[in-house]
Nanobody, 121 residues
Framework: QLVESGGGLVQAGGSLRLTCAAS????????MGWFRQAPGKEREFVAAIRWSGGRTYYAESVKGRFTISRDDAKNTVLLQMNSLKPEDTAVYSC????????????????WGQGTQVTVSS
């Protein structure tokens, strides 16, 4: 089970930190990712971090503003979001996979329910 928290309403330029907590799933063995889905749009890749080596990947739209990290001891994954923009408004979900393919949503096996992030202008 993956459970996200930390979403909310923030003004443009503000920051939020999302947390993904796992139960019954050893995140240290999985590649972890964050995706988002805005109303009327398809779910899109935001960021990912590999279980081995910790290499990170980001969508171009969030590079330099978002940071993904993991704390395997706490079995959590974080998404620090800075300089938020209204176009970042979406439901953010974390996911886990053992696949080497990280961008396609079909590569991910486990999903959380999501947390709403709303950025006002």
């Amino acid at each position: 089970q993956l459970v996200e928290s930390g979403g909310g309403l923030v003004q443009a330029g503000g920051s939020l930190r999302l947390t993904c907590a796992a139960s019954g799933l050893p995140l240290a063995s999985y590649n972890m990712g964050w995706f988002r889905q805005a109303p009327g749009k398809e779910r899109e890749f935001v960021a990912a971090i590999r279980w081995s080596g910790g290499r990170t990947y980001y969508a171009e739209s969030v590079k330099g503003r978002f940071t993904i990290s993991r704390d395997d001891a706490k079995n959590t994954v974080l998404l620090q979001m800075n300089s938020l923009k209204p176009e970042d408004t979406a439901v953010y979900s974390c996911a886990a996979t053992m696949s080497i393919q990280l961008v396609p949503t079909t590569s991910w096996n486990y999903w959380g329910q999501g947390t709403q992030v709303t950025v006002s202008s």
